[in-house]
């Protein structure tokens, strides 16, 4: 078995820190579903609580839960508010119609099936509750980070979440085979200021990007860090990097 979260046991105490990519995209996520104070909030996959820490912040009661003992390990020590408990979003311990809202941020592209994962989080939401999903997606249209997505394509072709042409994923059809409705979606883009091009590898290396990168063959690796500092350095301006990524975010009706 592939077991996807084995690789975020190690990447726990660095996830998120070197930048606050993830942590921006959990707040975004959150506030398109826009919930009440009060609402009973399931986190799936996540991590170290880039969305759980926003659904806290508007008064939410969250329960957060992920695979990865070392994520689980980090959201218990950095969210004592919070219900955390070690589970596979593709069976959740929880009672049909136990939640509100789920949220699960950057997760369904490294499960082995999303479509359990979804059927669920349908399964434990009240008949009136909401999902919001998001997912990484390309630089927009006209920024200068499509070349850096398409350098990283040429590495990983069969991969479209690292910018290669390989399956995306249809989360739309794939909430309403669930069994949700009303999907509806946004984009979503972060600018953060990074000092430097290291930074921004350090930032790579600290997420799913290291699993590719690391699957690499010694010499390839070389030569993929090689064509990525040379697009960062020509990214770079005189007083630093504007790293600009983008994500879809997705609601739909339980
Ligand atoms: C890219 S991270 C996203 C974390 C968080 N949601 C965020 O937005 O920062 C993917 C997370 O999914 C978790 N994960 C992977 N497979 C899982 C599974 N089958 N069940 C639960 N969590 C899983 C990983 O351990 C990791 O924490």
Known sequence: MREPWRLFDHLAPSYDRVLPYFSYFGRELVGFLDPLPGARLLDVGAGTGAAAHAALARGCLVTAVDAALGMVEVLAAELPEATVQLMNAESLSFQDGTFDLVTTGFVLHALDDPDAALS??????????????????????GSRWRRFDEIIAEFAPDDSHLGGGGPRIDVPALLRAAGFRDVTCREAVIRIPADSPETVWKWLMSQGFAGFYLSLDAGTAAELQRAVMAELEFLKEPDGIILERAAILHKASA
């Not at 939401?125 to 990484?136: A, D, E, M, N, Q």
């Open 120 to 141: 669920e989080a349908h399964r434990v939401l009240t008949p009136r509750g909401k999902i919001g999903v998001s997912l990484p997606a390309p630089a927009p249209a």
